[in-house]
């Protein structure tokens, strides 16, 4: 029961979701920039998250909420 439970999933997988990936890899030799377009997605996502949080960094930092000073933490 349990090999065949685990035979499904690896057909969900192989044959319906990894379908688009499939397609992408197919037309990498016609459109590079098309083959990568989930790359680029990923990287599009990465660059905003990293802006954000640097500027929230950036805010918290000015506020200065932080204690900066040596004896803020127990083990210093």
Not at 4 to 13: E, H, K, V, Y
Not at 29 to 43: G, S
Not at 46 to 72: N, R
Request: proline share 1%; charged share 15%.
């Amino acid at each position: 029961m349990m090999t065949a439970f685990f035979n499904a999933l690896g057909d969900l997988f192989t044959n319906v979701l990894f379908v688009p990936f499939s397609f992408l890899g197919e037309i990498e030799l016609d459109n590079w920039w098309m083959a990568n377009a989930m790359t680029w997605v990923f990287i599009f996502i990465g660059l905003g998250a990293f802006t954000f949080w640097m500027g929230e960094l950036k805010k918290f930092s000015q506020s200065g909420e932080e204690d900066k000073s040596i004896s803020s933490h127990s083990y210093l």
